[in-house]
């Protein structure tokens, strides 16, 4: 069966990218920031902010969507705020691009995490001694190394972003054009008699999309590996 794909199918694949891409961007250098900070600092409230940082991938997305509808809506706390100068999230793109960074936020941070946790910390006081200062050693010495773990975190959240679905169809809905992304997108098909066929052709980009990024990220984990002498 070729795919075939039609211009609407087609508008929720590029929507779905585009969210993933920006919501991906958006996350990543914070994720980079919480990672850090949890591998190798030790503060009151460490664990506090470890289950913060985890709490979206235990909660149901339902619910992550409706904190998001409470916070971020025209009436929420944040959302009234920001409409005044014209920002909106709810049942817009963005919306969707802040529900699928959410998501994809502690799966990020894991990644990057375990790419801190594994440099070897004499090859920063080696570069210590040498005199190197700690912003120097931070951008010179330790993030080439978890390099590798960045970009396979960046990769499983794109992964992540690019399959949101309870909370987006929550805090933004499934507009056609608008935000309606692949998940949504074959929700709304199963509802209409005779949809089988599109479905079908959106879950075959689904499954070769969440593929690609898997492996992309087991050989950057593999690198990874290589590099500090694990493998």
Do not use: C
Request: glycine share 12%; charged share 10%.
């Amino acid at each position: 069966m070729t795919l075939g794909l039609g211009p609407e199918e087609w508008t929720a694949i590029l929507l779905s990218l585009r969210v993933a891409l920006v919501a991906t961007l958006a996350a990543l250098p914070v994720a980079i920031w919480i990672a850090y900070v949890l591998a190798r600092k030790r503060f009151f409230g460490r664990q506090l902010l470890n289950g913060l940082v985890h709490l979206p991938l235990v909660l149901p997305p339902v619910v992550t969507g409706y904190l998001l509808l409470v916070v971020f809506g025209q009436q929420g706390a944040v959302g009234g705020f920001l409409a005044q100068f014209g920002i909106s999230f709810a049942f817009r793109w963005t919306g969707a691009a802040l529900a699928a960074a959410i998501m994809a936020f502690p799966l990020m941070v894991r990644a990057i995490r375990l790419g801190f946790e594994a440099v070897d910390p004499g090859l920063e006081d080696a570069a210590a001694t040498l005199g190197a200062s700690r912003w120097r050693i931070l951008w010179t010495v330790t993030l080439p190394l978890v390099l590798p773990g960045i970009l396979a975190g960046g990769i499983l959240g794109f992964a992540k972003a690019l399959g949101e679905f309870g909370a987006t169809i929550t805090f933004v809905a499934a507009i056609p054009g608008q935000t309606q992304t692949i998940p949504t997108a074959i929700y709304g098909l199963l509802q209409v008699p005779g949809g089988e066929p599109a479905v079908l052709r959106l879950v075959i980009v689904s499954v070769i999309l969440a593929m690609g990024a898997l492996l992309i990220s087991e050989w950057l984990a593999r690198r990874m590996a290589k590099r500090i002498g694990r493998a």
